[in-house]
């Protein structure tokens, strides 16, 4: 009997050993890949760069999530901790939906390469183009006419990969796959990559969210996108963005979103983000950036106004 028992245990041992060692197998679509698709939410009080209470730390202790997120739950415009803007959002607070919890890695900052969490400095070349940027917005004004403004303002895109980064509202992505294609769709401004998945090479049309093309590496898949435009202006970027993502499914329910951008003309080295999304229940409705964008007839009528008035005082002191 007590060798019945041993034996029983001994089995049970194994059996528990082999179910700890075993690896969670994401589902797999007709045609064999892993299965990415779903809702994945966004939403994080991590900043994108390492702010100075945190410098020289890339893990945060349960303490300093808890304290973190504390900050996060009390700031009166519903903004992260260290998001440096003073200035009344367009939006009441109520209305907004930033993450108010860090990523369950406990990073201090999305940007995990390099191993500062910031952004590396402008080249020459990426100095010069900010300058004439700014040059240029002077020249012209910032809201002579609707295209002065940026792309996110006027609906047309948030852009890529700003429109995979948390933000003040729409952190979602869903995501279908089909045989030969993947669809990436950012709830924000709606924005849908269609990626062939084929091998064909990249087109030479610049575009403002650039040319994607995607393969799977192993349980991970890669899309690979170059021929931006200079209008995308990611971080500083310029026309010869190089933007590489990830993604790679980790359980059931977390997706890890990872990419890296290079453009030797903008910044003096690549610089990596990683971090997960969590699955979410959908559906994503659509976002009718266009049918209520007073933000922006706002924005250009409030220049007219001004104008008005400069010339009103200049005329009175004739």
């Known amino acids: 009997m007590k060798q019945v028992m041993a034996a029983a245990i001994a089995i049970a041992w194994i059996a528990q050993g082999s179910l700890v060692a075993q690896k969670w197998a994401a589902p797999r679509t007709p ?3 892993p299965d990415l698709q779903g809702i994945w939410d966004y939403r994080s009080a991590t900043p994108l ?12 202790t349960e303490e300093e ?31 907004l939906d930033y993450g108010k919890t860090v990523v369950k890695t406990r990073q201090t900052s999305l940007i995990v390469d390099p191993a500062d969490g910031k952004i590396p400095p402008l080249t020459p070349e990426g100095q010069q183009r900010a300058a004439e940027r700014r040059a240029e917005a002077r020249t012209h004004g910032p809201a002579d006419s609707p295209e002065n403004r940026n792309l996110f303002e006027r609906c047309r895109t948030r852009g890529i990969p700003d429109g995979m980064l948390p933000g003040p509202y729409n952190n979602n992505l869903q995501i279908y796959q089909a045989p030969g294609y993947v669809v990436l769709l950012t709830e924000m401004i709606h924005d849908a990559r269609i990626v062939p998945m084929d091998g064909r090479p990249h087109g030479t049309m610049r575009r403002w969210m650039g040319d994607s093309r995607g393969h799977w590496e192993g349980e991970t898949l890669v899309v690979d996108t170059i021929n931006f435009t200079d ?6 970027s310029g026309a010869n963005l190089h933007l590489v993502e990830r993604f790679t499914r980790l359980d059931a329910d977390t ?3 990872r990419f890296t951008v290079e453009d030797p003309t903008t910044w003096t ?13 959908g559906p994503i409705y659509e976002y009718a950036c266009h049918e209520a964008n007073y933000g922006l007839a706002d924005i250009l009528s409030g220049a007219r106004a001004e104008e008005r008035k400069a010339t009103e005082e200049a005329a009175k002191k004739k």
């Open 49 to 60: 760069e390492r702010p100075a209470r945190f410098a020289g730390k890339d893990k945060l």
């Open 65 to 95: 999530v808890a304290e973190y997120e504390r900050l996060a739950l009390e700031r009166e415009d519903g903004r992260p901790p260290d998001d440096a803007r003073t200035e009344p959002s367009v939006h009441p607070a109520w209305w």
């Open 31 to 33: 045609d064999g890949h």
């Open 231 to 236: 209008r995308t202006n990611f971080r500083g």
């Open 255 to 257: 997706l890890e979103y």
């Open 269 to 281: 080295r690549p610089w990596t983000v990683a971090y997960p999304m969590v699955k979410t229940a």
